[in-house]
């Protein structure tokens, strides 16, 4: 059983790897948060690309950044993982290196709906920036059936990602990630990480 106030804070976990390229602007749409948002925990898969200090830069200025450092490349379920087992928040929210919240209040709105809907996972829909795809983007998006227009009126049903997504606590803790398994990119699919 649920009880009221429940959902309070959130933790947020993010997987990092060779991710110099996007990581700035994720880390800082998860800054510009508020309070609820109370610990933000990154771990460096074992990055080559200068992400660990983009990582420590942000860490420096807002102590909610936990920097984890994976000596070499753990693969994405050995450090979602590592990363879930050392959250404190009611919910954790786990955001792609490639991700960024529009919202600066995303994590408070979907706090309430997490409390409304306890045993659901809110997830965010995603939100092209055309002017700044390329043109094989958008063509490689259009193919794929990628972009879409949801009514605001209606809630869509979807699955999880895991790219931006909210879930209870007790949720994660209780189902970790398979090691066997990670997700493989753009397409989402599970394949077999047999190392």
């Known amino acids: 059983m649920e009880s009221e106030g429940l959902f309070r804070t959130a933790s947020a976990v993010v997987p990092v790897y060779n991710g110099s390229d996007t990581l700035a ?15 933000i925990i990154v771990i460096d898969d074992g990055s080559r690309d200068g992400s660990l200090d983009l990582l420590r830069s942000f860490a420096e200025k807002d102590l909610r950044f936990i920097v984890i450092q994976h000596g070499q490349n753990q693969g994405l379920a050995r450090t979602l993982n590592d990363g879930i087992a050392r959250v404190t928040g009611d919910a954790v929210l786990i955001m792609q290196q490639d991700c ?7 994590i408070d709105r979907a706090l309430v709906s997490l409390l409304a809907n306890p045993r ?23 193919l794929r059936d990628t972009f879409f227009v949801a009514p605001v009126e209606v809630e869509r049903l979807a699955f999880s990602e895991f790219k931006c997504d909210l879930l209870p606590r007790s949720v994660l803790k209780a189902i970790p990630f398979d090691s066997r398994f990670r997700i493989s990119g753009e397409d ?4 077999i990480d047999i190392a």
């Open 25 to 39: 602007r994720c880390l800082d749409s998860l800054r510009r948060q508020g309070h609820a948002l109370k610990e």
């Open 100 to 106: 960024e919240l529009a919202a600066d209040d995303w």
């Open 120 to 142: 659901a996972v809110v997830a965010g829909t995603p939100v092209y920036p055309f002017q700044e795809m390329n043109s094989v983007e958008v063509a490689f998006g259009l």
């Open 188 to 191: 989402q699919a599970l394949s």
